[in-house]
């Protein structure tokens, strides 16, 4: 009932992702609850799209349909009926595959459609088109007397540039999660976001935070010198938040290495943090300086607890959501990236927060605060004014980042790290947060017309829509 697109009144159709595989236990709560839904709103309000895996056995490359016979069996004993079947495989479904899928599931042939692997996760809605599942989706919820045509145009624009992306970009993300990438799955999306928006294939370097500290250096010294190699060769180094005092160190030091050697660097939340205290102990000369996270009675406090609510009680200490930053410093590279805006509203997910007390001896020092929250108590954004490009953020800047709108900070470190940051900024300049034409050396990119949710064509201000090449659709992890 809540718009979320700008636009005036309810939505025409609300889409509930329901994750999980049917029969464990952890889901069956919200599979009743689902079933109780479909019962109440009836027929012709609720389609049901099951996604299930269909295996190729490759000694003799056959499809086998079992898992899903199973998977819907378990569905329809729980009180629900799959509409359509999603099936995923490594090719597309054989006809008589779907014909036993169909008899077997109780699911039309048309209502069947196959997600294979494709060479790059920007061509799914393509298959989806070309198999018409839009039809069926709009036949099951009676929905058929308002027929649009899907306007994918930009989409494909995007999916074939995807595909034609030769120079590489070399990201370092120095983080504390490395063995699951799906721990930064948002970071990494806004860097596929931007590279592409660059005109540029990303590769992100993992790096491990607690194998960059000295400590290692004396445990594993194969590692630690694997780590500082992959620092050393990355065009550019992010360091994404976190909680916890294990690899901050590594933060820190990569933070310095960055700052140093004028490489190109975003930090966030966390990482924005670390830079603080690293510029502090190194540019400052305060050796003590650090966050009361980690040390509470810490000499020289330069991050400190900042919660909204209670700082007595627990629970609900976080600073989360939506919160407005205002720029202090109009030509500061950030400032242009968001197109000259006066302030901007970005998503938060923290406690700790730079202590405003000793902002005017970091300013003094070197380190601007450029981006500030309405009391000009809680700082959002630090620049070094002479450096490359050096921003660290307190919000998260990857939750808002779109395929068709890329976040502005990750442009930026993109853009720096490909050489390409000026050309960025001066296409800012127009007043468009992100610019609608612009010049790359692969050539320029001319957005067409963006299909919103309502079916109403809008122009979208930025150019380049999103991705970065990864084979799987997540780039190339080394």
Known sequence: MIPVDGMDGPADVCVIELGGTIGDIESMPFIEALGQFSYRVGPGNFCLVHVSLVPVLNVVGEQKTKPTQHSVRGLRGLGLTPNILACRSTKELEENVKEKLSQFCHVPAANIVTLYDVSNIWRIPLLLRDQKAHEAILKVLNLESFPREPKLDEWVARATMFDTLQDIVRIAMVGKYTGLSDSYLSV??????????????????????????????????????????????????????????????GKILAAKYARENNVPYLGICLGMQMAVVEFARHVMNLPHANSTEFDPNAKTPCVIFMPEGSKTHMGGTMRLGSRRTFFKVADCKSAKLYGNADYVDERHRHRYEVNPDMVPEFENAGLKFVGKDESDRRMEIIEIPNHQYFIGAQFHPEFKSRPAKPSPLFVGLIAASSGQLDKVLQGCSNGHVIPGKHQFSNGPYTPAAHQNTNGHAKKLANGVANGTYYPNGNGVHA
């Open 188 to 249: 990494l999306k806004a860097l596929l976001h931007a590279s592409v928006y660059c005109h540029r294939k990303l590769v992100v370097d993992w790096v491990a935070s607690t194998d960059l500290e000295d400590s290692t250096k004396i445990e594993a010294p194969d590692a630690y010198k694997a780590a500082w190699n992959l620092l050393k060769s990355a065009d550019g180094i992010l360091v994404p938040g976190g909680f916890g005092d294990r690899g901050v160190q």
